[in-house]
């Protein structure tokens, strides 16, 4: 399968201030990228749908100008928490789509803590 | 809003057994993914099943789509501790969407 990273993987940032997530396809370019949120012992919730070279499309319910999201290049999308908060605390996870069948392939995640 | 009820939600078994997780829907696939993640990792996708009443195997892991391509089935024969883990089915909804929809997830505890 494809080859995604994601850095950092473990942040940790004092209440007000930003946080930029890299999420890289290393071995494929990607067009369309995801990123999701996952709480303790739950599953994934999309936040939002990230496209090369145009805006990405929201969850209903995900603040756009929170959670800014970038993908300024084929191989390389940012999630960016702005004046992050203890309730940002959570694992951000990005995959990458594009493929058959709609299958999507995850990056190792990044643990963000707000104190 | 397109729903994947997935179940059961917890399994503690004993290395050795037999298991199933179930993941049911009323709407209809066109595709359906299983991901197997590891506490602080990502989903590793593990299956993709397209076609209705198909049946994939890996290993000692049988994946089954139903006929109607409304639901799916993980069964795990002999479970053993590296089994242990949150695994996910996603489905991916019809009419050219490249979003797929989540199950809540099943976490396998496998005890030696």
């Known amino acids: 399968g494809a080859v995604v990273s994601q850095h950092p993987s473990r942040v940790i940032c004092k209440s007000g201030t930003s946080v930029k997530i890299e999420c890289r396809s290393l071995?494929?370019?990607?067009?369309?990228m995801f990123w999701y949120r996952q709480f303790p012992k739950q599953s994934l919730m999309l936040m939002a749908t990230?496209?090369?070279?145009?805006?990405?499309?929201?969850e209903q319910g995900v603040e756009k100008d929170k959670f800014l999201i970038n993908h300024a290049s084929l191989t390389l999308s940012t999630l960016t928490v702005t004046s992050a908060h203890p309730e940002d605390s959570s694992f951000y996870i990005c995959?990458?789509?594009?493929?058959?069948?709609?299958?999507?392939?995850f990056g190792p995640g990044t643990r963000l803590t707000v104190l | 809003t397109q729903l994947l009820e997935q179940s059961p939600q917890f399994l503690s078994i004993q290395e050795g057994e037999n298991l199933t997780v179930y993941c049911n829907s009323s709407?209809?696939?066109?595709?359906l993914q299983w991901y197997r993640q590891e506490p602080g990792e990502g989903p590793v996708l593990l299956v993709t099943?397209?076609?209705?009443?198909e049946v994939k195997k890996l290993k000692r892991l049988t994946f089954q789509f139903g006929d109607a391509r409304k639901d799916s089935s993980l069964h795990i024969t002999a479970a053993q501790p590296g089994d242990t883990g949150l695994y996910l089915c996603?489905?991916?909804?019809?009419?050219?969407?490249?979003?797929?929809?989540f199950g809540k997830g099943t976490k396998l505890t496998v005890n030696p």
């Open positions: 995959s990458a789509g594009g493929f058959s069948y709609n299958e999507q392939f």
């Open positions: 099943v397209v076609t209705g009443g």
């Open positions: 990230s496209n090369e070279g145009s805006k990405a499309t929201y």
């Open positions: 071995d494929f370019q990607a067009t369309t």
């Open positions: 709407s209809v696939f066109s595709s």
């Open positions: 996603a489905g991916a909804t019809q009419g050219g969407s490249e979003k797929l929809v």
